[in-house]
Protein backbone atom coordinates (compact mmCIF):
# COMPACT_ATOMS: atom_id res chain seq x y z
CA UNK A 1 0.00 0.00 0.00
CA UNK A 2 1.69 3.57 -1.10
CA UNK A 3 -0.23 6.43 -0.27
CA UNK A 4 -0.52 9.46 -2.95
CA UNK A 5 1.36 11.66 -0.44
CA UNK A 6 2.00 11.61 3.08
CA UNK A 7 -0.75 12.44 5.50
CA UNK A 8 -1.27 12.20 9.29
CA UNK A 9 -1.66 9.45 10.61
CA UNK A 10 -5.60 8.64 11.81
CA UNK A 11 -6.40 7.32 15.09
CA UNK A 12 -6.82 4.06 15.53
CA UNK A 13 -10.06 3.53 17.66
CA UNK A 14 -10.26 0.16 19.43
CA UNK A 15 -13.59 -1.68 20.48
CA UNK A 16 -13.34 -3.31 23.89
CA UNK A 17 -13.95 -6.95 22.34
CA UNK A 18 -10.67 -6.99 20.57
CA UNK A 19 -8.90 -7.86 23.87
CA UNK A 20 -11.02 -11.07 23.62
CA UNK A 21 -8.99 -13.90 22.80
CA UNK A 22 -9.98 -15.95 19.85
CA UNK A 23 -11.14 -19.34 22.39
CA UNK A 24 -13.65 -16.81 23.58
CA UNK A 25 -15.31 -16.69 19.94
CA UNK A 26 -16.46 -20.10 20.07
CA UNK A 27 -19.97 -20.65 20.68
CA UNK A 28 -20.50 -22.17 24.28
CA UNK A 29 -17.42 -21.18 25.66
CA UNK A 30 -17.09 -18.91 28.74
CA UNK A 31 -16.38 -15.35 29.18
CA UNK A 32 -13.69 -13.49 31.71
CA UNK A 33 -14.58 -11.97 34.77
CA UNK A 34 -15.68 -8.76 34.82
CA UNK A 35 -14.47 -5.21 34.98
CA UNK A 36 -14.51 -3.45 38.46
CA UNK A 37 -15.92 -0.57 36.55
CA UNK A 38 -19.88 -0.78 36.06
CA UNK A 39 -20.74 1.40 32.83
CA UNK A 40 -17.68 0.61 31.26
CA UNK A 41 -17.69 -3.25 32.15
CA UNK A 42 -21.15 -3.55 31.17
CA UNK A 43 -20.71 -1.75 27.55
CA UNK A 44 -17.59 -4.17 26.97
CA UNK A 45 -19.79 -7.17 27.96
CA UNK A 46 -22.70 -5.77 25.59
CA UNK A 47 -20.16 -5.66 22.48
CA UNK A 48 -20.21 -7.90 20.05
CA UNK A 49 -16.93 -10.07 19.96
CA UNK A 50 -14.62 -10.23 16.46
CA UNK A 51 -14.65 -12.88 14.74
CA UNK A 52 -12.86 -14.19 12.03
CA UNK A 53 -14.66 -15.62 8.47
CA UNK A 54 -13.88 -19.31 9.66
CA UNK A 55 -14.77 -18.61 13.33
CA UNK A 56 -18.25 -16.99 11.79
CA UNK A 57 -18.81 -19.78 9.37
CA UNK A 58 -17.97 -22.32 12.50
CA UNK A 59 -20.94 -20.75 14.73
CA UNK A 60 -23.72 -20.77 11.71
CA UNK A 61 -22.90 -24.42 10.77
CA UNK A 62 -22.92 -25.18 14.89
CA UNK A 63 -26.61 -22.76 15.05
CA UNK A 64 -28.23 -24.28 11.94
CA UNK A 65 -27.32 -28.28 13.21
CA UNK A 66 -29.34 -27.04 16.21
CA UNK A 67 -32.07 -25.01 14.10
CA UNK A 68 -34.74 -27.88 14.20
CA UNK A 69 -34.48 -28.13 18.40
CA UNK A 70 -34.45 -24.16 18.18
CA UNK A 71 -37.79 -24.17 16.28
CA UNK A 72 -39.23 -26.59 18.30
CA UNK A 73 -38.99 -24.71 21.47
CA UNK A 74 -39.94 -21.62 20.00
CA UNK A 75 -42.97 -23.58 19.17
CA UNK A 76 -42.97 -23.28 15.70
CA UNK A 77 -45.22 -25.62 12.90
CA UNK A 78 -44.29 -28.78 11.90
CA UNK A 79 -43.60 -27.68 8.39
CA UNK A 80 -41.90 -24.23 9.39
CA UNK A 81 -38.08 -24.77 9.53
CA UNK A 82 -35.12 -22.19 10.60
CA UNK A 83 -32.37 -21.47 8.47
CA UNK A 84 -29.65 -19.34 10.32
CA UNK A 85 -28.19 -16.07 8.73
CA UNK A 86 -26.26 -14.90 11.03
CA UNK A 87 -24.58 -15.15 14.79
CA UNK A 88 -23.33 -12.87 17.54
CA UNK A 89 -21.68 -13.43 20.66
CA UNK A 90 -21.45 -10.59 23.54
CA UNK A 91 -18.08 -10.54 25.36
CA UNK A 92 -20.71 -11.70 28.39
CA UNK A 93 -21.64 -15.08 26.34
CA UNK A 94 -24.89 -13.75 25.37
CA UNK A 95 -25.54 -15.19 21.89
CA UNK A 96 -27.84 -13.39 19.17
CA UNK A 97 -28.85 -15.81 16.20
CA UNK A 98 -30.61 -14.55 13.49
CA UNK A 99 -33.12 -16.84 11.44
CA UNK A 100 -35.13 -17.05 8.15
CA UNK A 101 -37.74 -19.20 7.80
CA UNK A 102 -39.49 -21.63 5.30
CA UNK A 103 -42.76 -23.19 5.01
CA UNK A 104 -43.27 -26.35 3.47
CA UNK A 105 -40.03 -25.59 1.82
CA UNK A 106 -40.88 -21.63 0.39
CA UNK A 107 -39.50 -18.86 1.67
CA UNK A 108 -41.41 -17.03 4.72
CA UNK A 109 -41.25 -13.00 3.90
CA UNK A 110 -41.64 -11.14 6.78
CA UNK A 111 -40.38 -14.18 8.82
CA UNK A 112 -37.24 -13.39 10.29
CA UNK A 113 -36.53 -13.67 13.67
CA UNK A 114 -33.54 -13.19 15.83
CA UNK A 115 -33.36 -15.10 19.36
CA UNK A 116 -31.08 -14.22 22.29
CA UNK A 117 -29.65 -16.38 24.93
CA UNK A 118 -27.76 -15.61 28.04
CA UNK A 119 -25.48 -17.53 29.35
CA UNK A 120 -27.23 -18.39 32.04
CA UNK A 121 -29.92 -20.09 29.93
CA UNK A 122 -32.56 -16.99 29.60
CA UNK A 123 -34.07 -16.43 26.31
CA UNK A 124 -35.68 -13.60 24.44
CA UNK A 125 -36.81 -13.66 20.80
CA UNK A 126 -37.51 -10.59 17.98
CA UNK A 127 -40.00 -11.42 15.90
CA UNK A 128 -40.57 -10.00 12.56
CA UNK A 129 -44.26 -10.98 12.67
CA UNK A 130 -46.39 -12.24 15.56
CA UNK A 131 -48.70 -14.37 13.23
CA UNK A 132 -48.86 -18.32 13.00
CA UNK A 133 -47.25 -19.07 9.85
CA UNK A 134 -49.66 -21.59 7.68
CA UNK A 135 -51.57 -20.85 4.71
CA UNK A 136 -54.31 -23.47 3.39
CA UNK A 137 -52.33 -25.08 0.65
CA UNK A 138 -49.20 -24.41 -1.21
CA UNK A 139 -51.28 -25.15 -4.92
CA UNK A 140 -51.00 -21.23 -6.58
CA UNK A 141 -54.64 -20.74 -8.24
CA UNK A 142 -52.90 -17.66 -10.03
CA UNK A 143 -49.92 -18.49 -12.73
CA UNK A 144 -46.86 -17.68 -12.77
CA UNK A 145 -47.34 -16.15 -16.19
CA UNK A 146 -50.14 -14.09 -14.61
CA UNK A 147 -48.01 -12.52 -11.43
CA UNK A 148 -45.63 -11.77 -14.31
CA UNK A 149 -48.10 -9.69 -15.91
CA UNK A 150 -48.86 -8.14 -12.84
CA UNK A 151 -45.92 -7.61 -11.64
CA UNK A 152 -44.95 -6.06 -15.13
CA UNK A 153 -47.63 -3.31 -14.39
CA UNK A 154 -46.80 -2.43 -11.44
CA UNK A 155 -43.70 -0.70 -12.90
CA UNK A 156 -43.76 3.28 -13.00
CA UNK A 157 -44.55 4.05 -16.59
CA UNK A 158 -41.31 5.91 -17.19
CA UNK A 159 -39.37 2.67 -16.25
CA UNK A 160 -37.32 1.32 -19.79
CA UNK A 161 -36.90 -2.20 -20.73
CA UNK A 162 -38.97 -3.95 -18.60
CA UNK A 163 -38.32 -7.68 -17.91
CA UNK A 164 -39.69 -9.72 -15.31
CA UNK A 165 -37.71 -13.03 -13.65
CA UNK A 166 -39.39 -15.85 -13.24
CA UNK A 167 -41.41 -15.71 -10.15
CA UNK A 168 -40.78 -17.57 -6.94
CA UNK A 169 -43.80 -18.99 -4.69
CA UNK A 170 -43.01 -17.66 -1.06
CA UNK A 171 -45.41 -17.19 1.87
CA UNK A 172 -46.09 -13.46 2.36
CA UNK A 173 -46.28 -12.64 6.49
CA UNK A 174 -44.54 -9.22 6.31
CA UNK A 175 -48.21 -7.20 6.96
CA UNK A 176 -51.53 -9.15 7.86
CA UNK A 177 -52.34 -12.81 7.68
CA UNK A 178 -49.40 -15.27 5.95
CA UNK A 179 -50.91 -16.00 2.64
CA UNK A 180 -49.31 -18.01 -0.62
CA UNK A 181 -47.92 -15.73 -3.01
CA UNK A 182 -45.42 -15.09 -6.17
CA UNK A 183 -42.73 -12.81 -5.54
CA UNK A 184 -41.50 -11.13 -9.12
CA UNK A 185 -38.83 -9.18 -9.78
CA UNK A 186 -39.13 -6.77 -12.54
CA UNK A 187 -35.56 -5.47 -14.00
CA UNK A 188 -35.27 -2.12 -16.33
CA UNK A 189 -34.21 0.91 -16.11
CA UNK A 190 -35.31 4.24 -13.88
CA UNK A 191 -36.41 7.63 -15.58
CA UNK A 192 -33.02 8.85 -14.12
CA UNK A 193 -30.63 5.71 -15.69
CA UNK A 194 -30.81 4.21 -12.28
CA UNK A 195 -31.28 0.22 -12.63
CA UNK A 196 -34.47 -1.10 -11.30
CA UNK A 197 -34.97 -4.74 -9.47
CA UNK A 198 -38.64 -4.14 -8.38
CA UNK A 199 -39.99 -6.79 -6.42
CA UNK A 200 -43.68 -7.23 -6.33
CA UNK A 201 -45.56 -9.58 -4.35
CA UNK A 202 -48.89 -11.03 -5.91
CA UNK A 203 -51.33 -13.02 -3.89
CA UNK A 204 -51.45 -16.55 -5.37
CA UNK A 205 -55.48 -16.95 -4.91
CA UNK A 206 -56.50 -14.01 -6.10
CA UNK A 207 -53.63 -12.06 -8.05
CA UNK A 208 -53.89 -9.03 -6.05
CA UNK A 209 -51.03 -6.74 -5.56
CA UNK A 210 -50.03 -7.38 -1.70
CA UNK A 211 -46.56 -4.74 -2.05
CA UNK A 212 -43.48 -4.31 -3.70
CA UNK A 213 -40.28 -2.19 -3.09
CA UNK A 214 -37.27 -1.36 -5.06
CA UNK A 215 -34.11 -3.57 -4.77
CA UNK A 216 -32.01 -0.90 -5.99
CA UNK A 217 -31.08 1.46 -3.03
CA UNK A 218 -29.77 4.93 -4.04
CA UNK A 219 -28.55 7.86 -2.51
CA UNK A 220 -26.35 10.79 -3.46
CA UNK A 221 -22.50 13.14 -2.79
CA UNK A 222 -20.27 14.23 -4.52
CA UNK A 223 -16.23 14.19 -5.42
CA UNK A 224 -15.14 16.79 -3.87
CA UNK A 225 -11.29 15.89 -3.04
CA UNK A 226 -10.69 14.55 0.07
CA UNK A 227 -6.89 15.59 0.22
CA UNK A 228 -3.60 13.88 0.32
CA UNK A 229 -5.03 10.18 1.27
CA UNK A 230 -3.07 6.83 1.38
CA UNK A 231 -4.83 3.97 -0.88
CA UNK A 232 -5.09 0.62 -0.70
CA UNK A 233 -3.35 -1.06 -3.39
CA UNK A 234 -2.17 -4.44 -5.35
CA UNK A 235 1.24 -5.05 -7.43
CA UNK A 236 1.43 -7.02 -10.17
CA UNK A 237 4.55 -7.62 -12.84
CA UNK A 238 4.89 -3.89 -13.39
CA UNK A 239 1.52 -2.54 -12.69
CA UNK A 240 -0.18 -1.78 -9.88
CA UNK A 241 -3.80 -1.73 -9.53
CA UNK A 242 -6.98 -0.56 -7.23
CA UNK A 243 -7.31 -3.77 -5.37
CA UNK A 244 -7.16 -3.43 -1.69
CA UNK A 245 -5.66 -6.43 -0.16
CA UNK A 246 -6.01 -5.41 3.31
CA UNK A 247 -9.59 -5.09 3.56
CA UNK A 248 -11.04 -7.67 1.82
CA UNK A 249 -9.53 -7.05 -1.76
CA UNK A 250 -11.99 -4.32 -2.38
CA UNK A 251 -11.33 -3.35 -5.87
CA UNK A 252 -12.81 -0.65 -7.91
CA UNK A 253 -13.43 -0.32 -11.68
CA UNK A 254 -14.26 1.92 -14.30
CA UNK A 255 -17.42 1.49 -16.02
CA UNK A 256 -16.39 3.95 -18.89
CA UNK A 257 -19.95 5.15 -18.83
CA UNK A 258 -21.69 1.83 -19.40
CA UNK A 259 -24.84 0.79 -17.24
CA UNK A 260 -23.82 -2.82 -17.00
CA UNK A 261 -20.96 -5.44 -16.16
CA UNK A 262 -17.94 -4.86 -14.06
CA UNK A 263 -15.97 -2.45 -15.99
CA UNK A 264 -12.02 -2.32 -15.82
CA UNK A 265 -9.97 -2.46 -12.99
CA UNK A 266 -7.99 0.87 -12.24
CA UNK A 267 -4.60 0.14 -13.28
CA UNK A 268 -1.42 2.71 -12.66
CA UNK A 269 2.21 2.39 -13.68
CA UNK A 270 3.69 4.17 -10.48
CA UNK A 271 1.40 3.93 -7.69
CA UNK A 272 0.70 7.61 -7.99
CA UNK A 273 -3.05 7.69 -8.10
CA UNK A 274 -5.36 10.83 -8.74
CA UNK A 275 -6.02 13.29 -12.58
CA UNK A 276 -8.03 12.51 -15.39
CA UNK A 277 -10.62 9.27 -15.19
CA UNK A 278 -8.48 8.07 -12.22
CA UNK A 279 -9.90 11.08 -9.67
CA UNK A 280 -12.77 9.08 -9.24
CA UNK A 281 -11.81 5.83 -8.67
CA UNK A 282 -9.39 7.66 -5.96
CA UNK A 283 -12.40 9.04 -4.24
CA UNK A 284 -14.54 5.59 -4.19
CA UNK A 285 -11.36 3.06 -3.27
CA UNK A 286 -10.56 6.09 -0.62
CA UNK A 287 -14.17 6.16 0.71
CA UNK A 288 -14.74 2.69 0.69
CA UNK A 289 -11.49 2.08 2.76
CA UNK A 290 -12.53 4.56 5.20
CA UNK A 291 -16.09 3.14 5.74
CA UNK A 292 -14.10 -0.49 5.70
CA UNK A 293 -12.20 0.95 8.92
CA UNK A 294 -14.82 2.68 10.62
CA UNK A 295 -16.93 -0.27 10.85
CA UNK A 296 -14.13 -2.39 11.72
CA UNK A 297 -11.65 -0.30 14.36
CA UNK A 298 -14.98 1.21 16.29
CA UNK A 299 -17.59 -1.04 15.73
CA UNK A 300 -15.73 -4.16 15.45
CA UNK A 301 -17.20 -5.11 11.82
CA UNK A 302 -15.57 -7.00 9.70
CA UNK A 303 -16.41 -5.96 6.21
CA UNK A 304 -20.06 -5.62 5.23
CA UNK A 305 -21.14 -9.31 5.46
CA UNK A 306 -18.98 -9.89 8.86
CA UNK A 307 -16.59 -12.08 7.04
CA UNK A 308 -14.09 -10.42 5.42
CA UNK A 309 -14.96 -10.25 1.95
CA UNK A 310 -14.78 -6.92 0.46
CA UNK A 311 -17.25 -5.71 -1.89
CA UNK A 312 -16.57 -3.70 -5.43
CA UNK A 313 -16.68 0.03 -6.72
CA UNK A 314 -17.29 1.05 -10.35
CA UNK A 315 -17.37 4.72 -11.21
CA UNK A 316 -18.41 6.66 -14.75
CA UNK A 317 -21.74 5.22 -14.72
CA UNK A 318 -23.77 6.01 -17.23
CA UNK A 319 -24.41 9.06 -19.01
CA UNK A 320 -24.93 12.64 -16.66
CA UNK A 321 -25.75 10.19 -13.89
CA UNK A 322 -26.47 11.99 -11.11
CA UNK A 323 -26.96 9.48 -8.18
CA UNK A 324 -25.09 6.58 -6.69
CA UNK A 325 -26.60 3.46 -5.94
CA UNK A 326 -25.90 -0.26 -3.99
CA UNK A 327 -27.14 -3.38 -5.13
CA UNK A 328 -27.15 -6.18 -3.12
CA UNK A 329 -27.54 -8.46 -6.17
CA UNK A 330 -23.59 -7.72 -7.13
CA UNK A 331 -22.50 -6.47 -3.51
CA UNK A 332 -21.67 -3.29 -5.11
CA UNK A 333 -21.46 0.75 -5.09
CA UNK A 334 -22.17 2.43 -8.00
CA UNK A 335 -21.35 6.04 -8.73
CA UNK A 336 -22.39 8.57 -11.43
CA UNK A 337 -20.43 10.88 -12.85
CA UNK A 338 -23.05 14.55 -12.05
CA UNK A 339 -24.57 16.69 -14.83
CA UNK A 340 -22.15 17.15 -18.01
CA UNK A 341 -20.18 14.48 -16.17
CA UNK A 342 -18.69 16.93 -14.40
CA UNK A 343 -18.61 15.77 -10.73
CA UNK A 344 -18.40 12.32 -10.11
CA UNK A 345 -20.77 11.55 -7.12
CA UNK A 346 -17.96 10.08 -5.19
CA UNK A 347 -17.54 11.42 -1.57
CA UNK A 348 -16.58 9.91 1.31
CA UNK A 349 -20.34 10.12 3.31
CA UNK A 350 -21.76 8.86 -0.02
CA UNK A 351 -18.70 5.62 0.05
CA UNK A 352 -20.70 5.23 4.34
CA UNK A 353 -24.00 5.50 2.93
CA UNK A 354 -24.36 2.85 0.03
CA UNK A 355 -21.95 0.45 2.03
CA UNK A 356 -24.20 0.78 5.02
CA UNK A 357 -27.27 -0.45 2.81
CA UNK A 358 -24.82 -3.61 2.07
CA UNK A 359 -24.63 -3.73 6.39
CA UNK A 360 -28.74 -3.28 6.79
CA UNK A 361 -29.42 -6.12 4.39
CA UNK A 362 -26.81 -8.89 6.07
CA UNK A 363 -28.13 -7.76 8.98
CA UNK A 364 -32.17 -6.90 9.81
CA UNK A 365 -32.60 -6.66 6.50
CA UNK A 366 -35.35 -3.66 6.30
CA UNK A 367 -37.58 -3.53 3.84
CA UNK A 368 -37.10 -1.02 1.34
CA UNK A 369 -40.81 0.55 1.58
CA UNK A 370 -42.69 2.20 4.43
CA UNK A 371 -41.22 2.80 7.71
CA UNK A 372 -39.03 0.04 7.23
CA UNK A 373 -37.17 1.79 4.45
CA UNK A 374 -37.34 4.93 6.06
CA UNK A 375 -35.46 3.28 8.77
CA UNK A 376 -32.70 1.40 5.96
CA UNK A 377 -32.25 5.13 4.36
CA UNK A 378 -31.65 6.77 7.70
CA UNK A 379 -29.07 4.00 9.05
CA UNK A 380 -26.97 4.75 6.12
CA UNK A 381 -27.53 8.45 6.15
CA UNK A 382 -26.00 7.74 10.35
CA UNK A 383 -23.35 5.37 9.21
CA UNK A 384 -22.00 7.88 6.47
CA UNK A 385 -22.00 11.04 9.28
CA UNK A 386 -20.64 8.48 11.41
CA UNK A 387 -17.82 7.99 8.98
CA UNK A 388 -17.08 11.67 8.17
CA UNK A 389 -16.35 12.10 11.95
CA UNK A 390 -14.49 8.76 12.42
CA UNK A 391 -11.94 9.69 9.61
CA UNK A 392 -11.14 13.14 10.81
CA UNK A 393 -10.38 14.44 6.96
CA UNK A 394 -9.76 18.19 7.33
CA UNK A 395 -10.66 18.34 3.70
CA UNK A 396 -14.75 16.78 4.59
CA UNK A 397 -15.19 17.75 8.31
CA UNK A 398 -17.61 15.86 10.24
CA UNK A 399 -21.02 17.36 9.98
CA UNK A 400 -24.58 16.66 10.09
CA UNK A 401 -25.42 16.45 6.63
CA UNK A 402 -25.89 14.38 4.00
CA UNK A 403 -24.70 15.45 0.35
CA UNK A 404 -23.60 19.43 1.59
CA UNK A 405 -20.91 18.88 -1.35
CA UNK A 406 -22.79 18.21 -3.94
CA UNK A 407 -24.86 21.35 -3.98
CA UNK A 408 -27.30 19.84 -6.35
CA UNK A 409 -30.10 22.49 -5.36
CA UNK A 410 -27.55 25.22 -6.90
CA UNK A 411 -27.47 26.99 -4.17
CA UNK A 412 -24.93 25.16 -1.99
CA UNK A 413 -27.44 23.98 0.38
CA UNK A 414 -27.03 19.87 1.15
CA UNK A 415 -29.60 17.39 0.61
CA UNK A 416 -30.42 15.95 4.00
CA UNK A 417 -30.39 17.96 7.44
CA UNK A 418 -30.10 15.91 10.42
CA UNK A 419 -30.77 18.18 13.02
CA UNK A 420 -33.90 19.48 11.08
CA UNK A 421 -34.56 17.60 8.10
CA UNK A 422 -37.54 19.37 7.09
CA UNK A 423 -35.49 22.13 5.80
CA UNK A 424 -34.71 20.12 2.29
CA UNK A 425 -38.32 20.88 1.83
CA UNK A 426 -39.80 17.13 1.56
CA UNK A 427 -38.44 15.50 4.37
CA UNK A 428 -40.88 14.82 7.97
CA UNK A 429 -38.91 16.26 11.38
CA UNK A 430 -41.60 13.74 13.10
CA UNK A 431 -43.18 10.42 13.07
CA UNK A 432 -46.65 10.30 12.12
CA UNK A 433 -49.89 7.71 11.46
CA UNK A 434 -49.16 8.59 7.55
CA UNK A 435 -44.93 8.50 7.20
CA UNK A 436 -45.23 5.19 5.71
CA UNK A 437 -46.86 6.45 2.48
CA UNK A 438 -43.77 8.76 1.67
CA UNK A 439 -40.56 8.35 -0.42
CA UNK A 440 -38.16 6.65 2.04
CA UNK A 441 -35.46 8.81 1.52
CA UNK A 442 -38.13 11.67 2.88
CA UNK A 443 -39.93 9.58 5.48
CA UNK A 444 -36.19 8.60 7.04
CA UNK A 445 -36.20 12.11 8.05
CA UNK A 446 -36.95 11.73 11.90
CA UNK A 447 -35.19 8.81 12.47
CA UNK A 448 -32.12 10.77 11.42
CA UNK A 449 -33.35 14.20 13.68
CA UNK A 450 -33.51 11.10 16.31
CA UNK A 451 -30.00 10.14 16.33
CA UNK A 452 -29.06 14.00 15.96
CA UNK A 453 -31.14 14.96 19.38
CA UNK A 454 -29.63 11.90 20.74
CA UNK A 455 -26.28 12.43 19.54
CA UNK A 456 -25.54 16.50 20.38
CA UNK A 457 -29.48 17.36 22.19
CA UNK A 458 -32.04 20.16 20.98
CA UNK A 459 -31.66 23.92 20.57
CA UNK A 460 -28.99 25.96 18.82
CA UNK A 461 -25.38 25.08 18.76
CA UNK A 462 -22.26 25.28 16.72
CA UNK A 463 -20.56 22.28 15.66
CA UNK A 464 -17.06 22.31 13.18
CA UNK A 465 -18.41 25.88 12.24
CA UNK A 466 -21.82 24.22 11.25
CA UNK A 467 -24.79 26.02 12.65
CA UNK A 468 -27.67 23.92 14.07
CA UNK A 469 -30.84 24.43 15.71
CA UNK A 470 -33.22 21.36 16.47
CA UNK A 471 -36.45 21.63 17.51
CA UNK A 472 -38.40 19.26 19.37
CA UNK A 473 -42.25 18.08 18.68
CA UNK A 474 -43.54 18.97 22.73
CA UNK A 475 -41.72 21.75 23.27
CA UNK A 476 -39.26 19.62 25.43
CA UNK A 477 -35.37 20.07 25.57
CA UNK A 478 -33.16 17.14 25.00
CA UNK A 479 -30.05 16.39 26.47
CA UNK A 480 -27.22 14.62 23.92
CA UNK A 481 -25.00 11.86 25.18
CA UNK A 482 -22.51 12.01 22.69
CA UNK A 483 -22.24 11.10 18.82
CA UNK A 484 -20.17 7.80 19.74
CA UNK A 485 -22.80 6.45 22.39
CA UNK A 486 -25.93 7.19 19.67
CA UNK A 487 -23.93 5.37 16.99
CA UNK A 488 -23.28 1.65 18.93
CA UNK A 489 -26.66 2.19 20.44
CA UNK A 490 -28.46 2.12 17.25
CA UNK A 491 -25.70 0.03 15.66
CA UNK A 492 -26.42 -2.25 18.11
CA UNK A 493 -30.75 -2.42 17.55
CA UNK A 494 -29.69 -2.61 13.72
CA UNK A 495 -27.76 -5.82 14.05
CA UNK A 496 -29.36 -7.50 17.14
CA UNK A 497 -32.45 -6.71 17.90
CA UNK A 498 -34.71 -4.94 14.69
CA UNK A 499 -35.91 -7.77 11.80
CA UNK A 500 -37.55 -7.06 8.02
CA UNK A 501 -40.17 -5.52 9.01
CA UNK A 502 -38.96 -2.89 12.31
CA UNK A 503 -41.20 0.06 12.10
CA UNK A 504 -40.41 3.69 14.24
CA UNK A 505 -42.18 1.50 17.28
CA UNK A 506 -39.94 -1.07 17.07
CA UNK A 507 -37.04 1.28 16.29
CA UNK A 508 -37.97 2.71 19.59
CA UNK A 509 -38.23 -0.63 21.52
CA UNK A 510 -35.15 -1.86 19.67
CA UNK A 511 -32.48 1.08 20.66
CA UNK A 512 -33.57 0.77 24.23
CA UNK A 513 -32.93 -2.39 24.47
CA UNK A 514 -29.73 -1.97 23.20
CA UNK A 515 -29.08 0.95 25.50
CA UNK A 516 -29.94 -1.20 28.30
CA UNK A 517 -27.42 -3.71 27.20
CA UNK A 518 -24.69 -1.31 27.00
CA UNK A 519 -25.44 1.04 29.41
CA UNK A 520 -28.26 -0.12 32.00
CA UNK A 521 -31.67 0.44 32.16
CA UNK A 522 -31.67 2.57 34.76
CA UNK A 523 -28.45 4.95 33.16
CA UNK A 524 -28.65 8.70 31.80
CA UNK A 525 -27.91 6.88 28.17
CA UNK A 526 -31.51 4.88 28.09
CA UNK A 527 -33.59 8.09 28.98
CA UNK A 528 -32.01 9.71 27.05
CA UNK A 529 -32.76 7.41 24.23
CA UNK A 530 -36.60 7.46 25.62
CA UNK A 531 -36.16 11.19 25.34
CA UNK A 532 -35.28 11.23 21.98
CA UNK A 533 -38.02 9.49 20.81
CA UNK A 534 -40.58 10.80 22.25
CA UNK A 535 -39.57 14.49 21.15
CA UNK A 536 -39.41 12.96 17.60
CA UNK A 537 -43.42 11.64 18.35
CA UNK A 538 -42.78 8.23 18.98
CA UNK A 539 -43.81 7.03 22.14
Not at 245 to 251: A, I, V
Not at 315 to 333: E, K, R, T
Not at 345 to 370: F, I, P, Q, R
Not at 411 to 440: E, H
Request: net charge neutral.
Amino acid sequence: MRPIASSPRKKTVRVAALVASAAMVVIGVQSGQASAQPERSREAGATALPLTATERATAIKAAQADASAQAESLGLGAKEKLLVRDVIKDADGTVHTRYERTYAGLPVLGGDLVVHEKTSGARSVNKATGARIAVKSTDAAVTPGAASGTALKAAPKATTGEKAKSPRKVVWAATGKPVLAWETVVTGTQADGTPSELHVVTDAATGAKLSQWEGVETGTGTSKYSGTVPLGTTKSGSTYSLTDSTRGNHKTYDLNQGSSGTGTLFTDADDVWGGGRQTAGVDAHYGAAETWDFYKEFLGRNGIKNNGVGSYSRVHYGNSYVNAFWQDSCFCMTYGDGSGNANALTAMDVAGHEMSHGVTAATANLNYAGEPGGLNEATSDIMATAVEFYSGNSADVGDYLIGEKININGDGTPLRYQDKPSKDGASKDYWSSTLGNIDVHYSSGPANHFFYLLSEGSGAKVINGVSYNSPTYDGSTVSGIGRDKAIKIWYRALTTYWTSTTKYAGARTGTLSAAADLYGSSSTEYKAVAAAWTAINVK
